[in-house]
């Protein structure tokens, strides 16, 4: 089982908006602003999406964005578009020194 | 840009060693303002970061608690890259293998990984 807690799946139709969550403790998500997404498709590696919550690394479309609020970060990815379609991952920094893990959440676009 | 090009055997027979190598290109592996990484990713564990190598005046590894008796992680200046070793691998160990360049970071594990290894299937046949 996975520190962090996300739905196995979620879907959207093109040009929608999604929510992916991902939820921790207070020793974790809800501790420290270093939540990363990561999005990999099948059999490539993956590609870091958002980090420290809310930061986009230079190259990463802006319709896609993060935040956070209590214990539970979020991924969004607006106007949807097919290639979007894939696994996505969330990290965060734990008071244990320790990176955990979601389980990690497939993304249909339908 | 930085790339990372991985290299290595994909079959391990248990109670060996896992031996893997990751290029590095665009960057050097002595950068002070970089840390580089091995994570793992299995079907059973999920996502697990391993260890990281990184230069600051010296050289310097750490290790994930869970596997620090067994790891070792090397820079090589004369090539460019970085190395991977696990020591008396399982079939636990059976999964695919990332290296990443992890940015400066006050953390300890580093949490953001950027870019990563195209990641090597490595299976440990017992």
């Known amino acids: 089982q996975s520190a962090l807690t996300q739905p196995a799946s979620v879907s959207g139709s093109p040009g929608q908006s999604i929510t992916i969550s991902c939820t921790g403790t207070?020793?974790?998500?809800?501790?420290?602003?270093?939540v990363s997404w990561y999005q990999q498709h099948p059999g490539k590696a993956p590609k870091l999406m958002i980090y420290?919550?809310?930061n986009r690394p230079s190259g990463v479309s802006n319709r896609f964005s993060g935040s956070k609020s209590g214990n539970t970060a979020s991924l969004t990815i607006s106007g949807l578009q097919a290639e979007d379609e894939a696994d996505f991952y969330c990290?965060?920094?734990?008071?244990?020194?320790?990176?955990?893990f979601g389980g990690g959440t497939r993304l249909t676009v339908l | 840009q930085v790339q990372l090009q991985q290299s290595g055997p994909g079959l391990v027979k248990a109670s060996q060693t896992l031996s893997l190598t990751c290029a590095i290109s665009?960057?050097?592996?002595?950068?002070?303002?970089?840390?580089w990484n091995w994570i793992r990713q299995s079907p059973s564990r999920g996502l697990e970061w391993l260890g990281r190598t990184y230069h600051r005046s010296k050289w310097y590894s750490d290790y994930a608690v869970s596997v620090k008796s067994r790891i070792t992680i090397n820079p090589d200046t004369s090539k460019n890259q970085f190395s991977l070793q696990l020591n008396s691998v399982t079939p636990e160990d059976t999964a695919v293998y990332y290296c990443?360049?992890?940015?400066?970071?006050?953390?300890?594990?580093?949490?953001?990984?950027?870019?990563w290894g195209q990641g090597t299937l490595v299976t440990v046949s017992s």
């Open positions: 665009g960057d050097s592996v002595s950068t002070y303002s970089a840390t």
């Open positions: 207070s020793s974790d998500v809800g501790g420290f602003n270093y």
């Open positions: 420290d919550v809310s």
């Open positions: 990443a360049r992890a940015a400066d970071s006050p953390t300890y594990p580093p949490t953001r990984f950027d870019p």
């Open positions: 990290s965060s920094y734990s008071s244990s020194n320790t990176l955990v």
